[in-house]
């Protein structure tokens, strides 16, 4: 006889296993999905790789130009374009023959006008093929500053070749790849100063300040105290003695410049004199006495001793004034 509750019939059981996994999952938290944030960052992208240096761009008019022949580090060829060359996105070359220039004096003037202001920096390329060149390059530099152009000279075919690739090979150079490097230390600094004189080196630098403890006591030290650093033979100490004790100015410049203004002076006393001689004979002969007592005057405060009549013969002087200085001589003796 089966039991009226019904426990042991199989819905029971099955409503009871229900109810348990209902309450289980109740009890269980609810997993929640991250809100989507309102700003979208951007990914990070990889930056492309520069590519190689291009070519160099040639002229057609400088067809069998043996600088052709010696650009060999980088590649060119040959585009319409108003330059001769072109070694970077703003730098642009002409080249000229002083020697073409010298035939051919407008054509240089006819290119750059061509330019007009296409490039930021204009190179003029000048090969100095001539003996007599200073005429021609002074003429050129004038022109260079009024046009804005950068004026570059070359004695040879493979040396103005050498300056196209080094425009080209620094197109994109930065602006540290020249400048020099400042201490940043003052073991740095300290390394800079020793190794002023060419011979002493950083090594020489540290055996210096470790036998002196600091930089001052190296510079007061006596000769024969320094000789005594390892590695430091007469040379050195010579140099570095020369570097920390001598005067910026040399004396002799000095001597040189006073020289040299005396001489002024007596050739503008000299000059006076000749300009004056027009007046009359008499004029003459008196101003020509004033002028050689100048003269001797001021020759002995300059410590000359040169014949004051040699002088006036290398000056180019009046056969009055000469006449005059002659007397003069003879009255004095």
């Not at 929640?32 to 008019?61: D, E, F, G, N, Y």
């Not at 000048?126 to 005429?135: A, G, K, Q, T």
């Not at 036998?211 to 000769?223: C, D, K, V, Y």
């Not at 180019?316 to 004034?321: E, F, K, L, V, Y």
């Amino acid at each position: 006889m089966a039991d009226d509750t019904g426990v042991g019939s199989p819905s029971h059981v099955e409503g009871s296993t229900t109810s348990r996994f209902t309450e289980a999952s109740a009890s269980r938290p609810t997993p929640t999905r991250p809100l989507p944030s309102k700003v979208q960052q951007p990914k990070p992208q990889a930056l492309p790789t520069r590519s190689a240096l291009s070519a160099i761009l040639v002229s057609t008019r400088q067809k069998g130009n043996p600088i052709l022949n010696h650009i060999k580090l980088l590649p060119w060829e040959y585009a319409d374009i108003p330059a001769d060359y072109v070694v970077g996105s703003t730098t642009c070359a002409l080249f000229l023959s002083l020697k073409y220039h010298r035939l051919h004096p407008e054509y240089i003037y006819s290119r750059i006008r061509l330019l007009a202001g296409k490039y930021l920096l204009r190179i003029l390329l000048i090969m100095v093929d001539i003996p007599n060149h200073e005429d021609s390059l002074k003429e050129l530099s004038k022109t260079s500053i009024i046009n804005n152009l950068t004026l570059v000279l070359c004695w040879s075919a493979p040396e103005a070749a050498h300056y196209l690739e080094l425009f080209k090979s620094s197109e994109n150079a930065q602006p540290t790849a020249i400048r020099t490097q400042q201490a940043q230390s003052y073991k740095e600094s300290l390394i800079e100063f020793v190794t002023a004189p060419r011979s002493i080196n950083k090594s020489d630098t540290a055996s210096l300040i470790s036998t002196f403890g600091t930089l001052q006591n190296a510079i007061n030290a006596q000769p024969e105290q320094i000789s005594a650093v390892p590695g430091w033979g007469e040379k050195k100490v010579q140099q570095w003695c020369n570097a920390v004790r001598e005067d910026f100015r040399v004396e002799t410049s000095r001597k040189a410049a006073a020289s040299a203004k005396n001489i002024t002076s007596q050739r503008e006393i000299v000059s006076e004199s000749r300009a004056n001689e027009t007046s009359s004979p008499l004029d003459a002969h008196e101003e020509g006495e004033e002028a050689m007592l100048a003269v001797e005057a001021e020759g002995a405060r300059a410590g000359f001793h040169e014949d004051p009549e040699k002088m006036a013969q290398e000056e180019g002087m009046s056969d009055g004034i000469m006449a005059a200085l002659a007397e003069l001589r003879k009255a004095g003796g």
